[in-house]
Nanobody
Framework: QVQLVESGGGLVQSGGSLRLSCAVS????????MGWYRQAPGKQRELVANIASNGKTNYADSVKGRFTISRDNNKNTAYLQMNSLKPEDTAVYYC????????????????WGQGTQVTVSS
């Protein structure tokens, strides 16, 4: 059973920093792409950043230069370092583990954490 557990959310003032962690169990962590998504009230869930199994990263334009995604395969944990936080970063942040397995057919596997609240006050 694959489980993702996020931690590190909280309340911070504008301009502050937080680091989110996502601990993964029950899966071969190193083969999964890891992603952070967020969902603000009344809005759709959006991709914040992801990191492939080979370490390649991708960021939403809104967080480029402020957020850094990383992974530690020895600890089965992904991180999101968030600096220069803005009130518009306020949302529930979700961790995602994704694997596309190609054999005769293609299978996509997606697992989600329970989410952690990030609130940035102005």
């Amino acid at each position: 059973q694959v489980q993702l557990v996020e931690s590190g959310g909280g309340l911070v003032q504008s301009g502050g920093s937080l680091r989110l962690s996502c601990a993964v169990s029950g899966a071969m962590f190193s083969v999964y792409a890891m992603g952070w998504y967020r969902q603000a009230p009344g809005k759709q869930r959006e991709l914040v950043a992801n990191i492939a199994s080979n370490g390649k990263t991708n960021y939403a334009d809104s967080v480029k230069g402020r957020f850094t995604i990383s992974r530690d395969n020895n600890k089965n944990t992904a991180y999101l370092q968030m600096n220069s936080l803005k009130p518009e970063d306020t949302a529930v942040y979700y961790c995602n583990a994704h694997l596309t397995l190609v054999t005769v057919t293609t299978h996509d596997y997606d697992y989600w954490g329970q989410g952690t609240q990030v609130t940035v006050s102005s």
